[in-house]
């Protein structure tokens, strides 16, 4: 029999077992999945895509760092890419010819209210970014629905040539107007920088699906309940109601299913509550979209559902390892 007497036995708390998963390597795969939609927004937008970008990313950084390092006193944590994210997706819900100040207040509002008020990255109940976003379009509606048209950036920012967007025609029924599906598809169409090619978030979201950086939960339960109530009121009257198809290729729709919705720190842990979650989020979206005031609704609806999580989180739980049926 083998001598155990100079064996020494470890104990130590969960968990025991690492997949290698860390805060830092998820925020650079989520920025390396909106790289393709990065790229589109130069192409469609040029100049006005790069300085919304960029001002939004530094202030975001910058307001992290003073605010831990001089009024928190604490360990700066800018080294996470978190900080980079927020500030790229603050920019993707932006019109591509917002003034800086304005970009900077969202910054502010994004990382100071929306993040660091509530004990930083994991604390927050809602999404940075759309804190920022819903921020700026309530206290600046005018210089957020200015909607620069596309491939008209040449020499131009702030006073690029404007023009309605697509969930615009659709609201006010001018259907003929709306730009055909490949351009919908591709990304030229009036809008936020970000939220133009389809083609290049989809791709995005293939990466992060492959790389599991997310689930398909989420994306595909907003994406099917939007599908599913605009085609029943499609059905019931094409002539007032846009098909689910332009529902889903038009506005914010595929940004935020795909990227803003599926933020750890605000969303539900378990796949039942994420597929409840994304319902949520979609049906209140058509809601908006097409009884409310405002053209869209995606940042509303997602904002909304973020408050639900905890709830959600309370009373969806998996099944605990072991535990019996009742």
Request: with cysteine; aromatic share 12%.
């Amino acid at each position: 029999m083998e001598n155990l007497s100079n064996k020494t036995f470890v104990v130590s708390p969960a968990p025991h077992i690492h997949s290698g998963d860390s805060v830092k390597k998820n925020m650079r795969d989520v920025i390396i999945a909106l790289v393709p939609a990065y790229l589109a927004a130069l192409y469609f937008f040029g100049l006005g895509a790069f300085i919304v970008s960029a001002t939004a990313v530094i202030s975001c950084v910058l307001f992290e760092y003073l605010i831990q390092r001089y009024m928190l006193k604490g360990k700066t944590t800018i080294g996470d890419y978190s900080a980079i994210l927020t500030g790229l997706l603050l920019s993707f819900n932006l019109p591509s010819n917002l003034p800086l100040w304005i970009i900077i207040i969202g910054s502010a509002v994004a990382i100071g209210i929306g993040k660091m008020s509530y004990g930083g990255l994991g604390n927050n109940p809602f999404n940075p970014a759309l804190v920022g976003r819903v921020f700026l379009f309530l206290s600046f509606p005018v210089q957020m629905t200015s909607w620069p048209k596309p491939m008209e950036w040449s020499t131009k920012y702030l006073d690029a040539e404007t023009g309605a967007t697509p969930l615009e025609m659709m609201k006010n029924l001018q259907f003929d107007k709306v730009p055909t599906m490949i351009d919908l598809f591709v990304g030229r169409m009036g809008g936020s920088i970000g939220e133009m090619s389809a083609i290049a978030l989809l791709l995005g979201l293939v990466y992060m699906l492959i790389r599991k950086t997310i689930t398909w939960h989420i994306p595909l339960s907003i994406l099917a309940s939007v599908f599913i109530f605009t085609g029943i009121l499609h059905w019931v009257n094409p002539e007032i109601y846009a098909s689910p198809i332009l529902h889903i290729l038009t506005g914010g729709m595929l940004l935020g299913a795909i990227f803003m919705a599926t933020d750890y720190a605000t969303s539900p842990m378990s796949k039942l509550g994420m597929l409840i979650y994304g319902v949520g989020i979609g049906v209140i979206t058509v809601l908006i979209r097409v009884f409310g005031p405002i053209p869209e609704g995606i940042s509303f609806a997602i904002l909304i559902m973020n408050a639900f999580t905890p709830m959600i989180n309370a009373y969806v739980k998996p099944k605990r390892f072991g535990e019996k049926k009742k």
